[in-house]
Nanobody, 123 residues
Framework: QVQLVESGGGLVQPGGSLRLSCTAS????????MGWYRQAPGKQRDLVAS???????SYGDSVKDRFTISRDNAKNTVYLQMNSLKPEDTAVYYC?????????????????WGQGTQVTVSS
């Protein structure tokens, strides 16, 4: 089975930085896109950033120039470096990954989600 485990959330003051990590483990043949979403109380889950296996990245408008997504394909890990954090960045952050795995019927791809990690930006 495939599992995504996140780490790195916490409480930080406005203007501070945090680095989130998310590692995929299990019966993985390859990983296509990996990304981060966030969900604040009472709001929908929105894309923060994503990165393809080739390293192409995309960002939500509210985090451009402040957040950086990267990945280590050898470790099946995606990172989110968050700088210049603002109170409006407070949310539960979820990682996801589009993972190719084998079955008796052949290869299949499915999107998996992590359990979420809380990021709180407050003085």
């Amino acid at each position: 089975q495939v599992q995504l485990v996140e780490s790195g959330g916490g409480l930080v003051q406005p203007g501070g930085s945090l680095r989130l990590s998310c590692t995929a483990s299990g019966s993985i043949k390859s990983i296509n896109v990996m990304g981060w979403y966030r969900q604040a109380p009472g709001k929908q889950r929105d894309l923060v950033a994503s990165v393809t296996s080739g390293g192409s990245t995309s960002y939500g408008d509210s985090v451009k120039d402040r957040f950086t997504i990267s990945r280590d394909n050898a470790k099946n890990t995606v990172y989110l470096q968050m700088n210049s954090l603002k109170p409006e960045d407070t949310a539960v952050y979820y990682c996801n990954a589009d993972i190719l795995f084998g079955t008796i019927w052949g290869n299949r791809e499915r999107r998996y989600w992590g359990q979420g990690t809380q990021v709180t930006v407050s003085s």
